[in-house]
């Protein structure tokens, strides 16, 4: 990342640089800042003008009262919502990429046809687009206010199978799989030992897109769950419509959701970062 | 990412002969695998891609009502809404508020993949921090921008108020609402954007520039003529991914209403998605929904087509 | 009829094959956490009570306490899911009866939703099944009937009735130089017209904070107090159809709306949103229209320390009948025996004198009303108010206005317009026909 040789500072950062990145990186910290200052507060406080600007001394106080509070389900929303993600996000990588090496690295008729209609199905939003017959579908099999329900249309993913398409056609040489076909490799093997290892950075960031979409999704739990079983986010919004003026439980309870994603992002944030951007640019 | 499809890869040889069974074994595998691979996904599809779009055109060709009654109604539940003005103003929101929360966002994105594409000290940290903002929940960020643009105890309107602005009702004026929501989507995803262009950036080799600022060639020249047309691939994914979330935004403009689909006491930004769920689930009429859900769709083959042009155009026809 | 059985054909037919993705798609089974576990003998029952409103509304929280305490076997869990009763509680509740799931075991519903209830017999348990039949005796013929659905079957039994105050906040009007003894104050508005030229002179004062919270909660007074008037219609005549551009108490009622827009009195914030209970508890508005429930909605939303800052006040233009609830038990729920009990419980005698001296709400038992509890009671947040006086008179001679079965849609519509002229959103010339237009729209 030295571009050394080129005119006098190409490649050097100028103080507007420097400035720019401190502004965005300010904005980006505030409102996360925003809310563990007031969820460390009163409710006086937080509807204070000016506004307090320190964190006070309350956080763990109301991070109990949230998870004491039994109708805030908030445990459970936890816990459902890293189930939700975590389901969805292996099918979806695995079917993928079975799909992606298929459709990159065989041959078979049909082929051009058949991932075409998958580039133009990656435009219809199902979730939402569906909503109506999914719901009565869900009703009709007694599957409402299930995780079940949030889990199957979103196993679907069209932008999966094309992003591992690409990616596979990218990091994975037409001549190593007819070598290890030459040797009588099946398949199967292939996938295993040829394509599934040169893939990895696809995954990774198919797997963070997944996880993040599943994690943050909104209108269908909101309209297939009901409250005693919700996702985090379902949580977090029966939260801010049962406690309306309680304003330090409920920020309590955004940062708790937040606060277990900020961890497994510090802790892997070099593999995530790098995952991203491999991924990014390969496919 | 590139939106072109390969050709076929060259056909693969077959495999050295030996065995009759395991000559069999080896046929079926080269002939039936391939489809074996794909068939989970298309499986899925019959049932959650093909029976809901096939369904909600079922449905919207019916009139459900609350009382339980169902009428087939034809095309009457698609003529009613076009005539629909909440249906328009939610087309017009919609639409207003992805130009308001999709252009900056991309221009901001762009200008900060640019900054960290320079030498810099604590380059990870400095690219989680602008990532930073995508792992948090998108109902948690909404309810903490909510409190922020609150009319009356509202830091925004605090911090405006020293320039001597009179406190805005940020949920009842249209165009305040449409900024704080563009905000609030801003804010999630310009820092994602901008690490998805720095990695574009970053395969656009740097003899390139070096040979345009010999040339003389100014930064923004350089900006305009090379990063630009080069990132085009990158371009085409990122404004596809913002079309489609853009066109069926929900979950900030519902928690900025306090979760109550209707965006404002006359729909000031109400989006299309919530209008579905308005109509579905809260007046009942399934087939309405249902019908708004196709119009939502035409809507978004439309944005991705314009967007698709528009991209053409930056990068000129290579 | 056609469309519905072949849905559920094509929902059969995919019910296999989907279980098959589910469960080897994921390699692991999704199961609800939060199913209710039903078995073992040893295992207290749990009815989940779902009740909606902002503060204290219903007021349970006491005679849950004193039932759980006192019932090992039969466990009251209470929910209360949310301020809004049209926009968010009655649509997501007629979604879970519809399913067939997702209810609680006892869901309390607002006068607003009772044509609709009625008119579904279907999604409630029969409580005369349960051996309340008799409770016919607690109640006036209106309340009492309105819980008797379409086809005779007793489903709702009523919980409180409106009644009608102004709740004031003494501390704004001590700052207004007006008088802050409830009957001086009460002496000062004798006619709605009267309350605006009180007012006007509040607001001479006072400059931070307004005369009252916005104009739908006193639309929704002077409304009721007009359909009164009008053969006790509001949105609805009794065939169901609209009359909002024929009944004069609509009309009425909106021209008083916009007087007080049109005069700054109002703080434009819309009823039962959470920054109208922030209002209420940083004294940004002086009156709120306060039928009997509304009284723990505003201690509530004002928190303890306010005690004693707010008092209630005879409103203009005599009494009047806005809200009031009723309980149900859906027949989805898998404890109809312990439910109906508990709505027994919470709709007696006992528990509504108890919620009304506590809270305020006022009993729609006829035995409650009578109880020396009751008419004697004052209410210690709003400074020992003699409630009991103030309601408890008035109680007997209640009229119910009768409500449409879509009457929450044509509510929300025409208060989101009502709103909407305060807050900028509609223009003031235009709204009337707006009103009527989107009252029609919802009507549908």
Known sequence: MTGSTGGPGLWNATVMTKVMLAVAIVLSAFPLYWMLVIASRTNDDAVEVPPPFLPGGNLGDNIQAVLANEDAHFMTGLINSFTVATVVTVSVVLISTLAGFSFSRLHFRGRRLLLLTILLTMMVPLQQMGVVPLYRLMVDLGWTGTLTAVILPYLLNGFGVFLMTQYTEQAVPNELVEAARVDGASTMRIWWSVVLPAVRPGMAVLGINTFMLLWNDYMWPMIVLTPDNPTVQIAIQALNERFSTNYVLIFAGTALSIIPLIIVFIAFGRQIVGGIMEGAVKA | ?318 | MTTKRRGSLTAAALAATALAIASCGSGTTATPTGAPAASGAAEPVTVRVQVFGGGENFGYKNAVTKWNAEHKDVQIKLEVLTDQFEQVYWPQMIQWLQAGKGAGDVVGIDEGGMGLAKAHPEWWADLGEQGLSGRQADYPAWKWENGVSADGKVFGLGTDIGGMSICYNKTLFEKAGLPTERDEVGALWPTWDDFLKVGQRFQGKVKDAKFTDGTNTLYNVVLVQEAAKNGNLAYFDKTNALVVDKNPAVKTAFDFAQKMTQLGLTAKLRNFTEEWATGTKKNAFATVGCPSWMLGVVSGNAGEGAKGQWDVAAVPGGGGNWGGSWLAVPKQSAHPKEAAQVADYLTSAEVQASVFTDFGNMPSNTKAQQDPAVTGAKNAFFNDAPIGDIFAKSAASLQPVFLGVKHTQVKNAIESVVQGMDDGSVAQDKAWQQLVDDAVKAAG
Do not use: C
């Not at chain 2, 940020?170 to 804010?187: G, N």
């Not at chain 2, 990132?231 to 990122?238: A, K």
């Not at chain 2, 035409?298 to 155009?313: D, H, P, S």
């Open chain 2, 1 to 318: 990412m590139s939106l072109h499809l390969e050709k076929a890869p060259l056909r693969v040889a077959a495999p050295p002969p030996q065995g009759n069974g395991r000559r069999w074994r080896s046929v079926l595998d080269i002939r039936a695998m391939p489809y074996v691979l794909i068939s989970p996904y298309f499986v899925l599809f019959a049932f959650f891609g093909l029976f809901p779009l096939a369904f909600t055109l079922w449905y919207s060709l019916y009139d459900y009502d609350l009382a339980g009654t169902t009428e087939w109604a034809g095309l009457g539940n698609y003529v009613q809404l076009l005539a629909d003005d909440d249906f328009w103003n939610a087309v017009v929101n919609t639409v207003g508020i992805f130009l308001l929360a999709t252009i900056p966002q991309l221009l901001l994105a762009l200008l900060l993949a640019n900054a960290l594409n320079k030498r810099l000290r604590l380059r990870l940290t400095i690219r989680m921090s602008v990532l930073l903002p995508l792992v948090t929940s998108v109902v948690a960020v909404a309810v903490v921008f909510t409190q922020l643009y609150a009319r009356d105890w509202g830091l925004v309107n605090w911090v405006l108020s020293w320039f001597g602005v009179d406190p805005i009702n940020w949920r009842a004026e249209r165009l305040p609402s449409w900024l704080a929501i563009a905000t609030m989507v801003d804010w999630r995803w310009t820092g994602y954007n901008a690490i998805i262009f720095l990695a574009g950036m970053q395969t656009i080799p740097r003899d390139l520039y070096e040979a345009a600022s010999i040339d003389g060639a100014s930064r923004r020249r350089q900006f305009w003529q090379i990063t630009l047309p080069m990132l085009r691939p990158t371009l085409i994914f990122v404004v596809l991914n913002s079309t489609i979330g853009g066109l069926t935004l929900f979950a900030e403009p519902t928690t900025f209403y306090n979760g109550n689909v209707d965006g404002g006491s006359q729909g000031q930004f109400q989006t299309v998605a919530m209008f579905i769920v308005k109509q579905g689930f809260r007046e009942f009429d399934y087939g309405y929904a249902a019908a708004a859900a196709w119009l939502l769709f035409l809507l978004i083959l439309l944005g991705a087509l314009i967007n698709f042009l528009f991209v053409r155009r930056i990068g000129g026809t290579r």
